[in-house]
């Protein structure tokens, strides 16, 4: 069973900066691709960022040059700094694992709790 854990969220003034971190715990699976989605109130669910390997990411076009997605291969985690924060940056923001389930040989996508991110202007 593969769990992710979020933290990290919380209420910034627009221009402030944050930083996520999601934690992948369980045993007999290895992670391809990590990433960060985010949902805002009567919208749907975004990616915002994902990174496949140890450097080979992808940003949603409103994110470039302002939000950064790295990886911890040792730690399993996956964090997005998040700096010049906006008032429409404000949503919940799920991490998502796609994961090869080594027992079954088959990949299973798992996703975190999610972790809500408030950007007041």
């Known amino acids: 069973q593969v769990q992710l854990v979020e933290s990290g969220g919380g209420l910034v003034q627009a221009g402030g900066s944050l930083r996520l971190s999601c934690t992948a715990s369980g045993s007999g699976f290895v992670i391809n691709t990590m990433g960060w989605y985010r949902q805002a109130p009567g919208k749907q669910r975004e990616l915002v960022a994902d990174?496949?390997?140890?450097?080979?990411?992808n940003y949603a076009d409103s994110v470039k040059g302002r939000f950064t997605i790295s990886r911890d291969y040792n730690k399993n985690t996956v964090y997005l700094q998040m700096n010049s924060l906006k008032p429409e940056d404000t949503a919940v923001y799920y991490c998502n694992a796609n994961t090869l389930i080594l027992r079954l040989y088959r990949n299973l996508e798992v996703w975190g709790q999610g972790t809500l991110v408030t950007v007041s202007s």
């Open positions: 990174i496949a390997g140890r450097d080979t990411t």
